[in-house]
């Protein structure tokens, strides 16, 4: 399958949702809908937040998962967290 692309490959603005379809059916939905913040991330970053998810938010876990210490995982939490907030931010402008 294909990646959802998020960032315009012209001018490097952020892109959004102009219409879904159902391939069983084939409904159609159009509109001008944003992305989820967290859709924005890359596909690591997404990664990270699933296996911290399925760690039950265990950075403990996460740091024996991943060969990292603890104030790594931490860190790279911590960037994913400004990242968020940062989109989120900017959905709301």
Do not use: W
């Not at 809908?33 to 399925?54: C, G, H, N, R």
């Amino acid at each position: 399958m294909k990646k959802l692309p998020v960032v315009c490959p012209s001018c490097g603005d952020g892109l959004r949702v102009k219409a879904m379809h159902c391939p069983t059916c084939q409904t159609r939905v159009e509109g001008d809908y944003q992305l989820p913040a967290i859709m924005k991330l890359s596909e690591e970053e997404q990664e990270f937040i699933t296996d911290f998810v399925l760690c039950s938010g265990s950075l403990k876990e996460m740091a024996q998962r991943m060969g990292l210490s603890y104030p790594s995982v931490r860190n790279r939490l911590d960037d994913i967290i400004e990242l968020l907030k940062a989109n989120m931010k900017n959905d709301n402008k």
